[in-house]
């Protein structure tokens, strides 16, 4: 079962790069279920958050997305429900996932994420 999974500190106001960026799965086939687990070190504000974006090809599936924070005791992992963000199968024959933070917040941030990528 691949796995992407990785730690990324992001700067107040800043944009991560392309997670999938880089990886064996910057593109991938037909029929690819991805599921997107992600969480933050510490809790936003409706007017400060950290947020998601999913994006494969034109499609978006999720936009602005409020990141969970990850709790004191709870595993995190892309098999824990409490922090899936997004569970889709691409459906073109050639796709290219693209998965950005951005932090809105005034202070750093610690995000984890892992995506599942299987068949």
């Known amino acids: 079962m691949p ?3 990785k730690k990324i500190s992001i700067a107040a106001g ?3 790069a392309n997670v999938f960026a880089d990886t064996t799965y910057q593109t991938v086939s037909a029929g690819t279920n991805l599921i997107v687990a992600a969480a933050v070190d510490t809790a936003g504000t409706a007017a400060a ?4 974006d999913f994006n494969v090809n034109n499609a ?3 936009n602005a997305a409020s990141v969970s924070t ?3 005791g709870e595993p995190f992992g892309w098999n824990n429900t409490a ?3 997004n569970n889709m199968t ?11 933070f ?3 917040t005034s202070g750093t941030r610690q995000v984890e994420v892992a995506i599942f990528v299987g068949q």
């Not at 691409?90 to 950005?100: A, E, F, S």
Request: cysteine-free; charged content about 20%.
């Open 102 to 104: 951005t932090n809105g």
């Open 90 to 100: 691409t459906q073109g024959d050639v796709n290219r996932p693209i998965l950005t």
């Open 70 to 72: 990850l709790v004191t």
């Open 60 to 62: 978006e599936f999720a």
């Open 83 to 85: 922090y899936v963000l």
């Open 3 to 5: 796995l992407i999974k």
């Open 49 to 52: 958050d950290t947020t998601m």
């Open 14 to 16: 800043a944009k991560s």
